[in-house]
């Protein structure tokens, strides 16, 4: 479904819209940017990625929140592999709030809060968007969700912040290798609103240019720049 995107200019590629509580994949080629846009402020996007070059490589939470000593990510962050290589670099971010620690929705936790009802949640959409890849359960690791805060307490419990989106912010997410990218585009598991109600997204390829020697990204940490250095060399 081609929409009117405004203001990606003569760099789209494609553009597509994914409904409340769909799932979506396809693979982002090196040095290309995938731009997601929370079209209606509902937030809610559960991401997971794979080196498409060879799946078993991951994203892993724990490596990109530890090597960047923060839980927060945003505009000149890196989304890390459990292989210390680079996947996605965050180029451009109109919210600054994308969870990383908190996890995906399962049939479970949506029956609990929405009640009895034929609910999408992120767990099956995962397994139902992996399996067309020859991927399943095993393949599952912990989640990023886009357009979400979470904060945590000084006892350590999850506390959902609402309201953090906004119409129209989007991400950017420059791929450093192939990336096979499965989406879900479900509530967040921690999302206090009663109602089931997930809306759209935008999702749109865009071109992006070389990185030059000043590239945020790639200069902004000694720890970034070794991540690069591991990237490149899969690439030799």
């Not at 200069?219 to 490149?232: I, L, Q, V």
Request: charged share 20%; aromatic share 8%.
């Amino acid at each position: 479904m081609a929409v009117e995107t405004g203001g990606v200019g003569p760099g789209m590629i494609w553009n597509e819209v994914v409904p409340g509580g769909s799932y979506w994949s396809r693979v982002i080629r090196r040095g290309t940017i995938l731009r997601v846009v929370d079209l209606e402020g509902g937030g809610g996007v559960s991401l997971l990625c794979y080196n498409a070059d060879n799946p078993i490589e991951r994203y892993n939470a724990a490596d990109t929140t530890k090597v960047q000593f923060n839980i927060f990510l945003t505009k000149g962050m890196l989304l890390y592999s459990d292989m210390g290589r680079v996947l996605f670099s965050i180029t451009e971010d109109t919210c600054g709030h994308h969870d990383t620690i908190a996890g995906c929705s399962t049939a479970t936790s949506v029956s609990t809060r929405y009640g009895p009802g034929a609910w999408r949640n992120t767990r099956d959409n995962f397994l139902n968007c992996l399996a067309k890849h020859n991927l399943g359960k095993k393949d599952i690791a912990p989640n990023l969700s886009l357009f979400a805060r979470v904060q945590v307490e000084p006892d350590g419990t999850l506390t959902f912040v609402p309201g953090v989106s906004r119409p129209g912010n989007y991400i950017d997410l420059r791929a450093e290798m192939n990336v096979l990218v499965v989406l879900s585009n479900t509530p967040h598991v921690l999302d206090t609103n009663k109602t089931y109600n997930p809306t759209p997204v935008l999702l749109v390829g865009l071109r992006s240019s070389p990185p030059g020697p000043d590239d945020l990204c790639r200069t902004r940490t000694p720890e970034a720049e070794r991540g690069f250095a591991n990237t490149n060399s899969f690439f030799l």
